[in-house]
Each structure stands twice: as C-alpha cells, then as structure tokens.
C-alpha cells in the first residue's frame, strides 16, 4: 500500500478554510476505481502506474488518443489487469460528456468497483493563446480549466465517498522569480469569458495564460470544496520542479532545446523532483494518507499555503458561475 503521510495538526494559518485550531487524521481511501487524466505521458502516466503496481486498484486512464495502446500498455508493465482504456479529448466538451457517460455506466452496472478517486492532470502550454478547443474557447485555458471543471461535474454524482478529486496545479501560479526562476511569466487574471476567449498573443502570452490556468485551477479547488457532497475530499497538487515531462511538446524546436539546456543543470540540484517520485505523491495524494482539509494546496504532497493571490473568493465564485454556464450545468 502506498507510504503514509501520517497526522499532524493544523493551525488557521495554514489553510484558509481552517477557523480554529483542528487534528486532521490522515486516512487512506477504500479500493476502488481511480480515474486519471493524461495519464499517457509525464506524471499522470507515474501516478498512473504507480497506482497499478499497487494491484488493488481498477485504473481508468482518461487520455486523448490510443487509450487502448496505453491501457495495454500498463497493464503489461505492472501486471494489474484491470486497466481500463477511455477516451477522453478534454478540448471538446462532447468527448466529455461522452467518456462521463460510458464511464458512469460502467459505475452503475458494477462492471467497475466504486469510484474513490479522480486525478485532474492533463494540460497543454502553448506558443500563443489563439489556438481554440472544438467549442471555440481558448485551448489552454479551455483544456486546463474547463475541461476538467466539465469532467468533474458529470462525475461528482458517481463518485461514491469516501472518495478524493486532486487537480494538478504548478507553483507557477506564484508568478515570481523564487519559483519560477524566471522562466514563466506572472498569472494575468482577467474576467473569466476573457480568459475562455481566443485572442492574438505571442509565446510569452501563451505562457501567461498558462499560469494563469494553473492560478485558476486553485481557485476551482477551493469552490469545489465547499459544493462537493460530505466525505468528498478535494485537493490541489503541485508536483515540484519535474524536468522530464513533455509539456512544452507543442513549442518550437529551438524552444524545446534551450528548456533542456536550462534543465540539465537543475536536474541533479535538490530544486528537481523526479518524475517518478513526483508521480508517487500524487499517487498518495489520490488514495493514500492525507494529513490535510478538503481544500488544501499540495506542494509535492506536503500541505502549505499557495499564493496569496490565490486567496480570492469573488474570484471563485466568479469562476464557478461563468465555468457552469459555459459548460452548461446548474452553478
């Protein structure tokens, strides 16, 4: 079973939505099934895998293309059978309205045990913000943040508590030098039909709105937590400095080359989390102890504050609201 984080208490500081001094149990969640998206690359396929070598756990891996290769795939290299293939396109809200119901069948025929957990990863970072999601909203955003907030809403009334959903932030949502080292501009934020609307812009932009997405998916825990049913638990993860992923896959090769001339460097300081370790924690963060209040911010699995601009609760109601009604569900 994965490695537990144990209890520890928590003092108001430490997370907003703490009033008053509380011991916070650290408790493992029940086998059941653990939905992952972009489980095909990077830290989702970690968590992914580090979920299936466990062997107790059906793994549903949400991913865009080849869902069947990959299902295969990890079934072969952790020798759990019960990986399951679902295509799941998060930048066209049909495909995902359409994998939330094959998925939600398979719940509700028993053809998969209770669903206890669903890993928010996959993202995009692009050269611009004028690339659009089959709905005409801007792909970062529209990937990142409506996407998963559309996913998660379909499937909120199948999970079955206690039950976990953690979004996969970034410390980029700082935006200053000390955890980004300068390589990522500051978040944006800006009304929220602006940030879903395509719009001309350079790579700088592009990276602008990135950070702003991972600000937002903040925002979005934090709302979540306070409309999710009770024994439903939500967290943000920030899965460290991890230089092997692929997620400026679609920059340019001159781009790519000086991202990896610059992690070369780093990736033997203690600044770098392995994929591996940083695909554990959010293995743990899924389905293992959590010493933490439904809400809180994960940094590498330890929970401490994020940003203070983080902090906004208009913000997340805005959010909320705008986030419905482009996806069309009830605020």
């Known amino acids: 079973m994965l490695a537990p984080y144990g209890s520890r208490d928590l003092h108001h500081d430490a997370n907003p939505f703490i009033r008053y001094r509380v011991r916070v149990t650290a408790r493992e969640l029940p086998t059941g099934t653990v939905v992952v998206t972009?489980?095909?690359r990077g830290i989702g396929q970690a968590a992914a895998r580090e979920l299936a070598a466990d062997?107790?756990?059906?793994?549903?891996?949400?991913?865009?293309?080849?869902?069947?290769?990959?299902?295969?795939?990890?079934?072969?290299r952790t020798g759990n059978p019960h990986i399951h293939p679902l295509t799941c396109d998060l930048a066209s809200l049909?495909?995902?309205q359409t994998a939330a119901a094959c998925l939600a069948e398979l719940l509700d025929t028993e053809s998969l045990p209770a669903l206890r957990a669903l890993i928010a990863n996959a993202g995009v970072?692009?050269?611009?913000?004028?690339?659009?999601?089959?709905?005409?909203?801007e792909r970062t955003f529209g990937t990142n943040v409506i996407g998963h907030y559309a996913l998660i809403r379909e499937l909120l009334p199948h999970l079955s508590a206690p039950a976990r959903v953690v979004l996969v932030t970034s410390a980029t949502?700082?935006?200053?030098?000390?955890?980004?080292?300068?390589s990522m501009p500051a978040p944006r934020w800006m009304e929220v039909d602006a940030l879903a609307r395509p719009r001309p812009g350079n790579r700088r932009d592009g990276q602008a709105t990135y950070t702003t997405s991972k600000l937002a998916l903040i925002y979005l825990t934090h709302v979540l937590a306070r409309h999710v049913p009770q024994g439903v638990d939500v967290y943000s993860f920030n899965p460290g400095l991890v230089l092997q992923t692929s997620i400026m896959r679609e920059y340019g090769p001159i781009a790519r080359r000086a991202a990896r001339l610059l992690a070369t460097p780093l990736q033997h300081t203690p600044l770098a989390v392995s994929l591996q370790e940083s695909g554990r924690r959010l293995a743990e963060a899924a389905v293992g102890c959590v010493a933490a209040p439904?809400?809180?911010?994960?940094?590498?699995?330890?929970?401490?504050r994020s940003s203070a601009e983080s902090y906004d609760q208009q913000r997340e109601a805005d959010l909320w609201t705008r986030l419905a009604a482009l996806t069309g569900h009830e605020p």
Do not use: K, M
């Not at 062997?55 to 072969?76: M, N, P």
């Open 173 to 182: 949502h700082f935006g200053d030098f000390r955890h980004t080292y300068g």
């Open 125 to 137: 970072q692009l050269n611009s913000t004028a690339d659009t999601t089959a709905d005409g909203y």
């Open 94 to 96: 049909a495909c995902v």
């Open 55 to 76: 062997g107790d756990w059906h793994i549903v891996l949400a991913v865009r293309s080849d869902a069947d290769a990959h299902a295969r795939e990890l079934a072969s």
């Open 38 to 40: 972009g489980a095909s």
């Open 294 to 304: 439904s809400g809180s911010y994960l940094d590498v699995g330890r929970p401490t």
